[in-house]
């Protein structure tokens, strides 16, 4: 009953930006059940890994390769979540989805793929050498 339509990926050179968008369209009662949001993300030949979560409250974590450098947030009133990506490398290269609990998982907070319900359609980052 959630539609995310991520928005904003695009080739840029190492140590350069994005931001990352991710819409949540549906209605009101489902968009409200949701319980946490993540970015997650898939380079060729790999298996899809998280990158960061945010819950209702605003708490945020993020994986170990992406901290102090990406950075998760949310606008509520829009039912947007957003991911701001700097000092990109090459080796964030990869197909970025956003995804959605609605169940409050114990794997949302791990950014566990299996914590996740509702997922967008992906959007492709590359970044050059």
């Known amino acids: 009953q959630v539609q995310l339509v991520e928005s904003g990926g695009g080739s840029v050179q190492a140590g350069g930006s994005l931001r990352l968008s991710c819409a949540a369209y549906?209605?009101?009662?489902?968009?409200?059940?949701?319980?946490?949001m993540g970015w997650f993300r898939q380079a060729p030949g790999k298996e899809r890994e998280g990158v960061a979560v945010?819950?209702?409250?605003?708490?945020?974590t993020y994986a170990d390769s992406v901290k102090g450098r990406f950075t998760i947030s949310q606008d509520n009133a829009k039912n947007t979540l957003y991911l701001q990506m700097n000092s990109l490398k090459p080796e964030d290269t990869a197909v970025y989805y956003c995804?959605?609990?609605?169940?409050?998982?114990?794997?949302?907070?791990?950014?566990?793929?299996?914590?996740?319900?509702?997922w967008g359609q992906g959007t492709q980052v590359t970044v050059s050498s």
């Open positions: 549906g209605d009101s009662y489902s968009i409200s059940s949701i319980s946490y």
């Open positions: 995804a959605a609990d609605s169940f409050g998982s114990d794997y949302a907070w791990s950014i566990d793929v299996r914590g996740y319900n509702y």
């Open positions: 945010i819950d209702s409250d605003g708490s945020t």
